[in-house]
T-cell receptor
Framework: EAQVTQNPRYLITVTGKKLTVTCSQNMNHEYMSWYRQDPGLGLRQIYYSMNVEVTDKGDVPEGYKVSRKEKRNFPLILESPSPNQTSLYFC???????????FGQGTRLTVV | GENVEQHPSTLSVQEGDSAVIKCTYSDSASNYFPWYKQELGKRPQLIIDIRSNVGEKKDQRIAVTLNKTAKHFSLHITETQPEDSAVYFCAASMGTGGFKTIFGAGTRLFVKA
């Protein structure tokens, strides 16, 4: 089954404790993105990747890192989480940037 | 920077009526305009999309129109049903010079039975 899988689904952590949210897709897509969703602000792109070892900043990259060592995986790293990073996060993949994006189930992160 | 404005933020219609959601984008390099539907507690899913070389596209009760000159695109849902109740997002993507995808803030559609 074609899918994008994120883990964990829910995470509560403390300020400053490094965390990683994993994302994996099995559709051989080249383009992958991370978004955060906040009420009234829609989906804001954090980082995107055009292909292996090619990543670039989206609109809200501050406080986040990503890597793309393999085509299928695109982890999101928060080196020192802060309460303003409390949000719902979605990973998405698509064949190219100009194609349908398939979203993961979402990760609800709370930083206290 | 690039921006996509979406209106209205909330829309309430009677079952069977039509619903229209409008978006305006700022970057003329945008070439791909998808619409996503997000039901409560679920992930966004594509319902229709349009490319810059097409002015209109229809899929059953859903249609999208694009005016590239004015940088406007709209979603039209006819004969609305209660299951159309959801949040709808428009987006604009560009394949050159940025490779970003910018989403609108979303429209919460209520269809009253």
């Amino acid at each position: 089954e074609a899918q994008v899988t994120q883990n964990p689904r829910y995470l509560i952590t403390v300020t400053g404790k490094k965390l990683t949210v994993t994302c994996s897709q099995n559709m051989n897509h080249e383009y992958m993105s991370w978004y955060r969703q906040d009420p009234g602000l829609g989906l804001r792109q954090i980082y995107y990747s055009m292909n292996v070892e090619v990543t670039d900043k989206g609109d809200v990259p501050e406080g986040y890192k990503v890597s793309r060592k393999e085509k299928r995986n695109f982890p999101l790293i928060l080196e020192s989480p802060s309460p303003n990073q409390t949000s719902l996060y979605f990973c998405a993949s698509s064949p190219t940037v100009e194609a349908e994006a398939f979203f993961g189930q979402g990760t609800r992160l709370t930083v206290v | 920077g690039e921006n996509v404005e979406q209106h209205p933020s909330t829309l309430s219609v009677q079952e069977g009526d039509s619903a229209v959601i409008k978006c305006t984008y700022s970057d003329s390099a945008s070439n791909y305009f998808p619409w996503y539907k997000q039901e409560l507690g679920k992930r966004p899913q594509l319902i229709i999309d349009i490319r810059s070389n097409v002015g209109e596209k229809k899929d059953q009760r859903i249609a999208v129109t694009l005016n590239k000159t004015a940088k406007h695109f709209s979603l039209h849902i006819t004969e609305t049903q209660p299951e159309d109740s959801a949040v709808y997002f428009c987006a604009a993507s560009m394949g050159t010079g940025g490779f970003k995808t910018i989403f609108g803030a979303g429209t919460r559609l209520f269809v009253k039975a």
